[in-house]
């Protein structure tokens, strides 16, 4: 249940590793707010889709099954990127990747691919289909707007992609012009 008192379509779930600066944490402001449910344990962790950047197949709209699936289940993890790989392979459900988006947040403006877990559950839902979730979530924050200018048109696209491949073929646009 969200802070507005709406069920979200899709649930957020943070595997929390604690291991941050509590004052910048975005999983624990989003937890704070009743946006997502923070889980201290790998085993408490209900399986859905997988927010993994080491995963091998990119995050697509073909993703998102049908109402009560895992896949109406969206998990990050929030852990240092030291211990990211490892504790990733230990949560239940479809590992999928985010494709280049960058980071609007003041500790990574800016840089591709390192989001925090708010901007990772928006870009996700955004190409999920849910983009109204994703700017709820971010209007916790005053750089949240930031976050979706800087990434407006890839996501877009990658909203509007059938699956994996195209995603990537989208991704493989962008990360050429860099």
Known sequence: MSADGLRAAVELHVRY???DDPDKCSARRLAQ????????????TPPGIVLNPFADQALSPADRAGSGSRTDRV?????????AERE????????????????GNPVNY??????????????????????????????????????LELNEEPLERYAACADSSEVVAVQDDYLAEE
Request: hydrophobic letters at 40%; proline letters at 1%; aromatic letters at 12%.
């Open 110 to 147: 800016g840089t591709a691919f390192q989001l925090n877990t708010v901007e990772a559950f928006a870009g996700a839902l955004c190409i999920l289909g849910e983009r109204d979730h994703a700017e709820r979530l971010l209007e916790h924050f005053s750089w949240g707007h930031t976050f």
């Open 88 to 103: 990733a392979f230990d949560l239940e459900g479809l590992h999928r990747s985010l494709p280049f988006l960058v980071a």
């Open 33 to 44: 707010f009743d946006e997502t449910e923070l889980h201290r344990a790998t085993r408490s």
């Open 75 to 83: 998990v990050a993890l929030d852990c240092s990127w030291e211990t």
């Open 17 to 19: 590793e604690g291991d």
